[in-house]
């Protein structure tokens, strides 16, 4: 590797830029299939290659952390065998100015000379520049990839063949132009550098770049200072000046740190904006920079490596420049209240908040489609909700039509009753208008006795009133009105209907009704057509009873389950035991002219006002039917 030992042309990366390291593609897929065949016959001759990764710098450094464990991630998986990895550390930063190369060189071949060592990995420019001159010292004749190194950093003489890497651009230019684009408003340009000899190489780059910027503001130097006087100097900055910094290695007064390290304690002190040229600062306070990150570089340079091992010649792996990201903390951006459009449209912005759409996406989706989805059912069950009120109310039109037409039917059974009733008025009026008509032919006419016979008039006037005011209550269409009713009264009204036509035909009606019963909450024309309905069948049931053993007895009480309870009790043959069960359902009769709807229609009467209807043989003979009505004050249910 003596050949090494020259310097490298800028020409041959002078078209960094527009080269495209997207070729290196397609050696990973010769990799891919080369590796494994290699990888056999290494596994054959039992001398699997390793790889010795040289740092310029100590191991602290997150680039360094960053490199060795990208490619160690990236090399063992294209390789058909398992790789040694070892790792070296120069430590310029230390140990530059006292380490004699030639003996660090022939320490690394007593160490490795017995391994076989298949590629060298030089992980920064100090550790590159050690490589080329004493290379073939540590172990001859291996190829070389270099990794974290610019196009300033190669020198004038040809590269070697053997030597391959992706080169990356440390130029400030870009990153001061983008602080000045988000800081409009600046006037102060302050740059930080160290005391090293890496330190003042970077500060003689960004001299350069600043030189060429077009209308810089006011630029300060704060180099090789003490730590404490930079922080001093920042902590007097304002929001109108911007810092741009690599960091350091060393300060002004000797002390040793990472570039990092500087940086935390810079953007904790500093009271304007900092930018920086590394990846590996973002989270340490800077808003961002123009980079190529170190992950990205190194594999690349992995790929590379397992490439080589692989037995792919150097001269067949394309080769070029690290393209470099905009790279903002979107941190940094809400603290120094930078407009968010300004940033560039391909900006890489780490630690972005996420909305709480994107933080819980799923959960709101899964708790947006439980509420849709609970929007449906009760717009479902409002729907079905009110169909059930719609059926209600024409089941309840329905079942008072059906009613209206059983009082209708029942006052039909009753017309010559209720004919009776009316007669007997009207043929008194007509007697007492005849005898007040002959009184008053007298002479002289009796005036006293004919004012007797028009008081007589008036009152048979009004008992025929009476009859066609409880005719027309029970043929009136009415709604359902619960009121506080008392039932005794209830059965007084209705059995006035009767008592003509069981008179008639030889019936015996009695009431037995309880004294001081409480008023229930009731209809009172639809309790007294339960009444009449059941009354009728009770009369229908002992049309063939003797006659002197027709009674009928409807009577009153307070029921045990504290409810008032009417019962109809007949002397008739009684209920038939075949049809005991269907004796309230709805067009069954045992009637030969029946419709079957009085029994059904006065259980529905009952149980709408929350009480039940029963139906059993007596004892002593004939049937019992009564129902229960809770007392007012009383919820139905």
């Avoid at 780490?350 to 947006?368: D, K, T």
């Avoid at 007040?436 to 025929?464: F, N, T, W």
């Amino acid at each position: 590797m003596a050949a090494r030992r020259r310097t490298f042309p800028l020409d041959v990366y002078s078209d960094v830029r527009r080269r495209s390291v997207v070729p290196l593609a397609h050696a990973v897929l010769v990799v891919l299939f080369v590796g494994f065949a290699f990888g056999a016959h290494a596994a054959e001759t039992g001398t699997p290659k390793s790889v010795l990764i040289l740092f310029s710098n100590g191991r602290p450094l997150p680039g360094v952390v960053a490199i060795d464990n990208t490619l160690r991630r990236v090399v063992q998986p294209l390789v058909g065998y398992p790789v040694e990895m070892f790792d070296e550390f120069l430590d310029v930063e230390r140990f530059g100015n006292t380490m004699d190369p030639a003996k660090m060189a022939e320490f690394l071949n007593l160490k490795y000379r017995k391994l076989n060592i298949g590629v060298i990995v030089a992980a920064g420019p100090e550790a590159l520049r050690f490589a080329l001159a004493y290379g073939d010292s540590i172990v001859p004749d291996i190829p070389l990839v270099h990794v974290n190194v610019t196009r300033e950093d190669l020198s004038a003489a040809e590269i070697p063949p053997d030597v391959i890497g992706w080169t990356v651009d440390l130029d400030p230019t870009a990153t001061l132009d983008l602080a000045e684009r988000l800081h409009p408003h600046a006037t102060e340009l302050v740059i930080v550098t160290g005391a090293s000899g890496t330190d003042r190489a970077l500060e003689r780059r960004i001299r350069n770049a600043v030189a060429g910027l077009k209308n810089p503001p006011q630029v300060t130097f704060l180099a090789g200072l003490p730590t404490t006087e930079v922080l001093r100097r920042l902590r007097a900055l304002t929001k109108n000046a911007i810092v741009y910094t690599p960091g350091y290695y060393v300060d002004g007064s000797g002390h040793v740190s990472t570039p990092r390290q500087a940086v935390e304690q810079m953007a904790a002190a500093s009271g304007a904006p900092i930018y920086g040229p590394y990846d590996t600062f973002l989270g340490s306070g800077i808003v961002g920079g123009y980079m190529a990150t170190f992950e990205a570089q190194s594999k690349q340079a992995g790929e590379a490596v397992a490439a080589l091992l692989n037995g792919i010649a150097p001269a067949a792996i394309t080769h070029g420049s690290m393209p470099n990201t905009f790279m903002v903390d979107w941190r940094q951006v809400q603290r120094w209240g930078i407009d968010e459009s300004a940033l560039p449209a391909e900006a890489d912005i780490r630690f972005r908040e996420p909305s709480v759409l994107a933080r819980y996406r799923w959960q709101i989706i899964a708790i947006a489609a439980a509420l849709v989805l609970q929007s449906l059912l009760i717009a479902r069950l409002l729907i079905e909700r009110r169909r059930r009120r719609v059926a209600e109310i024409e089941s309840r039109q329905r079942y008072s039509e059906m009613a209206h037409m059983n009082r209708s039917v029942a006052l039909g059974e009753l017309s010559a009753s209720i004919a009776h009733e009316i007669n007997q008025p009207l043929g008194a009026i007509l007697n007492n208008a005849n005898a007040a008509e002959l009184l008053l032919k007298a002479s002289p006419p009796a005036l006293d006795e004919v004012a007797e016979i028009l008081g007589d008039i008036k009152r048979d006037d009004e008992r025929a009133g009476e009859v066609v005011k409880r005719i027309r209550g029970l043929l009136r269409k009415s709604s359902f009105e619960l009121k506080d009713v008392d039932l005794n009264e209830t059965v007084d009204e209705t059995l006035k209907f009767l008592v003509a036509d069981a008179s008639v035909k030889g019936f015996s009606v009695r009431t037995d009704l309880a004294r001081g019963l409480a008023p229930v909450r009731a209809d009172p024309i639809q309790i007294g057509q339960v009444i009449l309905n059941l009354a009728l069948n009770a009369m229908d049931a002992m049309v063939d009873a003797p006659v002197g053993g027709r009674t009928l007895v409807i009577r009153t009480a307070r029921a045990e389950t504290d409810c008032a309870e009417l019962s109809v009790i007949d002397s008739g043959l009684g209920i038939p035991p075949e049809t005991a069960d269907r004796i309230f359902d709805a067009f069954y009769s045992t009637k030969q002219h029946g419709m079957g709807l009085g029994l059904s229609i006065s259980r529905t009467i009952v149980e709408a006002h929350g009480g039940q209807i029963y139906a059993a043989n007596s004892p002593r003979g004939g049937a019992t039917f009564r129902f229960t009505l809770p007392f007012a004050g009383k919820s139905a249910t």
